[in-house]
């Protein structure tokens, strides 16, 4: 691979149809068809030079097998397509290599510049593919074509076994379009059903399907992507090789939802209409019976895109910002007025432009909406948005997933519920818990030391809460479950198992998933089921099946005979919920801003609650009422709005090259001999304990076992590493995480956010591009070889403090603590043995600034009074960044394992913690008296 992330292909070794996976088959094929740009280039300039024979040779014999790797995979794109492959072809069989050239390049260029996106075939004079290659016609008639087409471009799947007439076809639909249709389509043709889920993940142009009755099931090709595809749809591949042809068509509708949710699907259907109506059709947009001609299917792709294409509150205030208002309501700044009459301010124009203050009111009406109670364009674009990520409601939210998650915990919580929340969840929820008067168990998960990180909470840890909790006969006031998916670093649980098994304990609970980090995730097939809303939709219906009931029957009738008072038996068991009981209640919060197309705190709460209707939704509406701006920026809302047009028609594509760019940077930095001296980025085995890992699933790339297999870890795996998160051990530079941030920012102009005591982490999302990898692999090139260079002159003296410096960071790191228990003062019942504790009580006794006393770290007091035996509690939230959660909270028990932590951190930033005072604790007399009058009452 080249410096720029490209690949060079001397060995060819990729050119494989095997080696074609679901997460690098956008980037091999792009890569391949520049090789053979630059291959036909060569071939141009040495075809008459002797001197270069043998480099002929090896670039013809190099050719040829590009053409059989790319024959295969062409058929799934309209563009270049098979037929334009078959014209360069012939030409290079031919030796004529000029024309070989011209045709090539022309091709790559279009493909790089998506000029083909803006080319209507049907309306132009040239024939086909074989003019483009043309390079005479293409200046001629395409250029201009190309500057007037402004329609934009999707591609329509046909499935049916068609290969006499695929051409008739392609022309069929060609010649229904008209010239106000507000977009433009090729076809691709699948003729059975596997090339048709192949050509669903391999080309994200398809955004509609057209799936007719008369097709095999088997392809005649081999891709390693068809086993990863299988493994996500858990294909029983004998019962579908079995089915009828209207059987197949309707199964193929549902795997390809399965695979891409966004897709707009139409059945043409030789079976009689009645009989497949209905639910056995759910997935299918349109049935059609017994096409012949295709007008109604060309208006209905039209239509069914344009309803996706829709941004109703979008539309909306860019027609208000249009119009000549009269202001006499608030904000002076409205359509510029203070900007543009100014002497003085005018340069805030200049960088911003006019529109966003053309777009700027405090207005409800001529087409706007009210986020407190929206009717309108509002209350359509979170419908949308509904849709888009699979939730039964949505909600904007314009401050932030801080916000988002106050207003779900307030909305569900009442004062002295249960919440169980894992111990390293954003500090948001601690917040909300304080307001809503519930008690928290914070839940333990599994320690990373030697990276300085947490992963997840395994199911065990809950469960055993939960036990406890039933054995006191508390279980009644437990209300929710909340869990952050994915973590901050990548670890994202398996929301369906979590909340059965939990459910078959708490058939009432409420799941909160923060769900910040990975609002992308909905959009990308591998980590699609991590996704609560996904697994909410796919419990619910799994638990209204009859064959589900008849196994928790089954089931139950096993588990009946162990000993249900022995915690071990709910422990090692994958527990059931019953069917008849359980209530599938789930929300998700998503910072959209954070990984799609949105303003800073643009961010969304999605809810799929069967019981909304009767036991939420009045409380939410007051929650959001209390969280929620009266003047809401409608800048953020309009985005929000966009981003969601964005992920229905590319998001499958952006986030599919998010992760492809992420395991280009894993290869790119395990394959460097200079780069793997001084960095490795962890991988599975190093972030998930091997109990958590069935799939045996070591690493995402390993140079010498080369890739490894997602599709595996994602379905069965209790944790999974998203690969769109690089951890980068940075230890063995001799520099903390902190340091290296600071170096990359300031010197490099690198930015990121999250660090350890001995890692970085960088995010690959959507805004990312090959370029940006380049350049950060280029960077991470020179620090090495300026660290080389440092190693090579130092003095014995500074390599043993070098040495040092990387022991201490490698291998002398001290052990995360859990959390200790909260102090009897702030427990309810101090001989009860489960873990809440009344954490609202402890932070407003913390405003009584004569219950409070300071206790510095670094001068032995206060390890002092922990020897002495004295229950030092906690008066604040104490969190130190990394790892950026808090450590202590009000009415916690500081431990010697506690401090001690804190004391080996050396961190510059520790919120609650301020070093001209010390550490905020409860003197003994205030929790004395806090303990008694709590009796009392």
Same mark, same amino acid.
């Given at each position: 691979?080249?410096?720029? +992330?490209?690949?060079? #292909?001397?060995?060819?070794?990729?050119?494989?149809?095997?080696?074609?996976?679901?997460?690098?088959?956008?980037? $091999?094929?792009?890569?391949?068809?520049?090789?053979?740009?630059?291959?036909?280039?060569?071939?141009?300039?040495?075809?008459?030079?002797?001197?270069?024979?043998?480099?002929?040779?090896?670039?013809?014999?190099?050719?040829?097998?590009?053409? %059989?790797?790319?024959?295969?995979?062409?058929?799934?794109?309209?563009?270049?397509?098979?037929?334009?492959?078959?014209?360069?072809?012939?030409?290079?069989?031919?030796?004529?290599?000029?024309?070989?050239?011209?045709?090539?390049?022309?091709?790559?260029?279009?493909?790089?510049?998506?000029?083909?996106?803006?080319? =209507?075939?049907?309306?132009?004079?040239?024939?086909?593919?074989?003019?483009?290659?043309?390079?005479?016609?293409?200046?001629?008639?395409?250029?201009?074509?190309?500057?007037?087409?402004?329609?934009?471009?999707?591609?329509?799947?046909?499935?049916?076994?068609?290969?006499?007439?695929?051409?008739?076809?392609?022309?069929?639909?060609?010649?229904?379009?008209?010239?106000?249709?507000? #977009?433009?389509?090729?076809?691709?043709?699948?003729?059975?059903?596997? %090339?048709?889920?192949?050509?669903?993940?391999?080309?994200?142009?398809?955004?509609?399907?057209?799936?007719?009755?008369? /097709?095999?099931?088997?392809?005649?090709?081999?891709?390693?992507?068809?086993?990863?595809?299988?493994?996500?749809?858990?294909?029983?591949?004998?019962?579908?090789?079995?089915?009828?042809?209207?059987?197949?068509?309707?199964?193929? +509708?549902?795997?390809?939802?399965?695979?891409?949710?966004?897709? =707009? $699907?139409?059945?043409?259907?030789?079976?009689?209409?009645?009989?497949?109506?209905?639910?056995?059709?759910?997935?299918?947009?349109?049935?059609?019976?017994?096409?012949?001609?295709?007008?109604?299917?060309?208006?209905?792709?039209?239509?069914?895109?344009?309803?996706?294409?829709?941004?109703?509150?979008?539309?909306?205030?860019?027609?208000?910002?249009?119009?000549?208002?009269?202001?006499?309501?608030?904000?002076?700044?409205?359509?510029?007025?203070?900007?543009?009459?100014?002497?003085?301010?005018?340069? !805030?124009?200049?960088?911003?432009?006019?529109?966003?203050?053309?777009?700027?009111?405090?207005?409800?009406?001529?087409?706007?909406?009210?986020?407190?109670?929206?009717?309108?364009?509002?209350?359509?674009?979170?419908?949308?948005?509904?849709?888009? #990520?699979?939730?039964?409601?949505?909600?904007?939210?314009?401050?932030?997933?801080?916000?988002?998650?106050?207003?779900?915990?307030?909305?569900?919580?009442?004062?002295?519920?249960?919440?169980?929340?894992?111990?390293?969840?954003?500090?948001?929820?601690?917040?909300?818990?304080?307001?809503?008067?519930?008690?928290?168990?914070? &839940? =333990?998960?599994?320690?990373?030391?030697?990276?300085?990180?947490?992963?997840?909470?395994?199911?065990?840890?809950?469960?055993?809460?939960?036990?406890?909790?039933?054995?006191?006969?508390?279980?009644?006031?437990?209300?929710?479950?909340?869990?952050?998916?994915?973590? /901050?670093? +990548?670890?994202?649980?398996?929301?369906?198992?979590?909340?059965?098994?939990?459910?078959?304990?708490?058939?009432?609970?409420?799941?909160?998933?923060?769900?910040?980090?990975?609002?992308?995730?909905?959009?990308?097939?591998?980590?699609?089921?991590?996704?609560?809303?996904?697994?909410?939709?796919?419990?619910?219906?799994?638990?209204?099946? @009859?064959?589900?009931?008849?196994?928790?029957?089954?089931?139950?009738?096993?588990?009946?005979?162990?000993?249900? !008072?022995?915690?071990?038996?709910?422990?090692?068991?994958?527990?059931?919920?019953?069917?008849?009981? *359980?209530?599938?209640?789930?929300?998700?919060?998503?910072?959209?801003?954070?990984?799609?197309?949105? $303003?800073?705190?643009?961010?969304?709460?999605?809810?799929?609650?069967?019981?909304?209707?009767?036991?939420?939704?009045?409380? /939410?509406?007051?929650?959001?009422?209390?969280?929620?701006?009266?003047?809401?920026?409608?800048?953020?809302?309009?985005?929000?709005?966009?981003?969601?047009?964005?992920?229905?028609?590319?998001?499958?594509?952006?986030?599919?090259?998010?992760?492809?760019?992420?395991?280009?940077?894993?290869?790119?930095?395990?394959?460097?001999?200079?780069?793997?001296?001084?960095?490795?980025?962890?991988?599975?085995?190093?972030?998930?304990?091997?109990? /958590?890992?069935?799939?045996?699933?070591?690493?995402?790339?390993?140079?010498?076992?080369?890739?490894?297999?997602?599709?595996?870890?994602?379905?069965?795996?209790?944790?999974?590493?998203?690969?769109?998160?690089?951890?980068?051990?940075?230890?063995?530079?001799?520099?903390?995480?902190?340091?290296?941030?600071?170096?990359?920012?300031?010197?490099? =102009?690198?930015?990121?956010?999250?660090?350890?005591?001995?890692?970085?982490?960088?995010?690959?999302?959507?805004?990312?591009?090959?370029?940006?990898?380049?350049?950060?692999?280029?960077?991470?090139?020179?620090?090495?070889?300026?660290?080389?260079?440092? &190693?090579?002159?130092?003095?014995?003296?500074?390599?043993?403090?070098?040495?040092?410096?990387?022991?201490?960071?490698?291998?002398?790191?001290?052990?995360?603590?859990?959390?200790?228990?909260?102090?009897?003062?702030?427990?309810?019942?101090?001989?009860?043995?489960?873990?809440?504790?009344?954490?609202?009580? *402890?932070?407003?006794?913390?405003?009584?600034?004569?219950?409070?006393?300071?206790?510095?770290?670094?001068?032995?007091? !206060?390890?002092?009074?922990?020897?002495?035996?004295?229950?030092?509690?906690?008066?604040?939230?104490?969190?130190?960044?990394?790892?950026?959660?808090?450590?202590?909270?009000?009415?916690?028990?500081?431990?010697?394992?506690?401090?001690?932590?804190?004391?080996?951190?050396?961190? @510059?930033?520790?919120?609650?913690?301020?070093?001209?005072? +010390?550490?905020?604790?409860?003197?003994?007399?205030? !929790?004395?008296?806090?303990?008694?009058?709590?009796?009392?009452?």
């Amino acid at each position: 691979m080249s410096t720029d +992330g490209s690949h060079d #292909f001397h060995d060819l070794s990729d050119l494989d149809p095997k080696h074609v996976a679901i997460y690098n088959a956008t980037r $091999l094929r792009t890569d391949i068809w520049h090789f053979l740009r630059d291959s036909a280039r060569r071939l141009r300039r040495i075809q008459n030079d002797l001197k270069f024979a043998n480099e002929r040779v090896w670039l013809t014999s190099a050719c040829a097998d590009v053409f %059989d790797f790319l024959i295969p995979l062409e058929d799934y794109f309209s563009f270049p397509g098979p037929t334009a492959l078959q014209q360069i072809r012939a030409s290079f069989d031919r030796q004529h290599f000029d024309d070989f050239a011209r045709q090539t390049m022309r091709l790559v260029r279009m493909m790089a510049n998506g000029a083909y996106r803006r080319l =209507d075939l049907a309306s132009s004079r040239l024939r086909d593919y074989a003019d483009l290659l043309n390079v005479a016609k293409l200046s001629e008639e395409i250029h201009t074509r190309i500057r007037q087409e402004n329609r934009l471009y999707f591609e329509t799947l046909v499935v049916d076994d068609v290969s006499v007439s695929e051409g008739d076809i392609r022309q069929q639909m060609r010649g229904l379009r008209r010239l106000n249709d507000p #977009f433009i389509y090729e076809v691709v043709v699948a003729e059975s059903f596997e %090339d048709a889920l192949i050509a669903a993940v391999l080309n994200p142009n398809i955004q509609s399907v057209l799936i007719r009755f008369s /097709f095999p099931f088997r392809t005649t090709k081999e891709l390693r992507l068809l086993d990863e595809i299988h493994t996500i749809l858990e294909t029983d591949i004998e019962d579908v090789e079995s089915m009828s042809g209207t059987e197949r068509s309707l199964l193929l +509708g549902s795997m390809l939802k399965k695979l891409r949710p966004e897709l =707009d $699907l139409f059945l043409v259907t030789d079976a009689p209409v009645e009989d497949v109506v209905g639910q056995p059709s759910r997935d299918f947009r349109r049935l059609f019976y017994l096409v012949e001609d295709y007008r109604e299917v060309h208006l209905s792709i039209i239509k069914r895109l344009q309803e996706r294409f829709e941004t109703p509150f979008f539309t909306a205030l860019r027609r208000y910002s249009q119009k000549p208002t009269g202001m006499f309501h608030a904000l002076p700044i409205s359509h510029a007025a203070t900007i543009t009459k100014s002497h003085w301010i005018r340069d !805030l124009g200049e960088f911003y432009g006019h529109n966003i203050f053309e777009a700027e009111t405090s207005a409800t009406t001529g087409g706007l909406d009210s986020l407190l109670q929206p009717h309108g364009s509002l209350r359509e674009a979170q419908e949308l948005s509904a849709r888009a #990520f699979g939730s039964k409601r949505t909600y904007f939210v314009t401050n932030g997933t801080s916000t988002a998650n106050k207003i779900v915990m307030q909305a569900l919580i009442r004062p002295d519920d249960i919440v169980l929340m894992a111990h390293d969840c954003h500090k948001s929820h601690h917040y909300a818990v304080i307001l809503g008067g519930a008690k928290p168990i914070f &839940l =333990d998960a599994y320690p990373l030391s030697e990276y300085s990180m947490y992963g997840g909470v395994p199911i065990t840890e809950i469960k055993k809460h939960l036990l406890a909790l039933k054995r006191e006969g508390k279980l009644d006031q437990v209300r929710m479950l909340l869990l952050t998916n994915i973590t /901050f670093d +990548g670890i994202a649980y398996d929301p369906i198992s979590v909340m059965q098994e939990v459910l078959a304990i708490k058939p009432d609970i409420i799941f909160l998933w923060d769900e910040a980090w990975c609002a992308y995730a909905r959009f990308a097939p591998i980590l699609r089921r991590r996704t609560a809303m996904w697994a909410a939709a796919k419990l619910r219906e799994t638990l209204a099946s @009859k064959s589900y009931a008849h196994s928790y029957r089954h089931w139950k009738k096993g588990f009946d005979k162990l000993d249900p !008072l022995d915690d071990a038996t709910w422990m090692q068991s994958g527990l059931m919920a019953d069917p008849e009981s *359980a209530r599938v209640r789930v929300y998700a919060t998503h910072s959209t801003h954070k990984t799609l197309t949105a $303003l800073r705190q643009g961010s969304m709460i999605h809810v799929h609650d069967q019981d909304f209707e009767h036991h939420a939704r009045n409380a /939410f509406n007051e929650a959001y009422m209390t969280h929620t701006s009266t003047s809401p920026n409608y800048q953020i809302l309009a985005t929000l709005d966009v981003g969601r047009r964005q992920v229905e028609l590319e998001g499958y594509d952006l986030v599919g090259r998010s992760i492809s760019l992420a395991m280009m940077l894993r290869e790119r930095i395990d394959a460097d001999e200079l780069l793997s001296k001084y960095f490795s980025v962890l991988a599975p085995s190093d972030m998930i304990p091997v109990e /958590f890992r069935p799939s045996n699933i070591e690493a995402y790339y390993d140079r010498e076992q080369g890739w490894g297999r997602m599709d595996k870890a994602a379905q069965m795996d209790q944790f999974v590493l998203d690969p769109t998160r690089v951890t980068l051990h940075v230890g063995r530079t001799g520099m903390d995480g902190d340091t290296f941030k600071q170096m990359l920012m300031n010197k490099y =102009d690198i930015q990121i956010n999250k660090t350890s005591r001995n890692t970085v982490l960088f995010m690959i999302h959507i805004g990312m591009s090959r370029g940006t990898i380049a350049h950060l692999v280029n960077v991470l090139t020179q620090i090495a070889r300026d660290l080389d260079d440092r &190693l090579d002159r130092w003095s014995q003296i500074e390599l043993k403090r070098f040495s040092e410096q990387v022991q201490s960071l490698t291998t002398e790191l001290p052990p995360l603590p859990n959390f200790s228990h909260f102090h009897p003062t702030f427990k309810s019942d101090k001989n009860s043995k489960t873990a809440e504790g009344d954490i609202r009580r *402890a932070f407003f006794l913390a405003y009584d600034e004569a219950s409070v006393e300071y206790f510095k770290l670094d001068d032995g007091a !206060l390890m002092q009074e922990i020897n002495s035996g004295r229950a030092v509690v906690s008066a604040g939230f104490i969190t130190p960044y990394p790892p950026g959660f808090p450590v202590l909270v009000p009415g916690q028990v500081i431990t010697r394992e506690i401090l001690e932590y804190l004391l080996a951190l050396d961190v @510059k930033e520790i919120h609650g913690y301020e070093p001209e005072f +010390g550490m905020r604790t409860f003197t003994e007399r205030a !929790l004395e008296n806090e303990f008694a009058n709590s009796q009392v009452a």
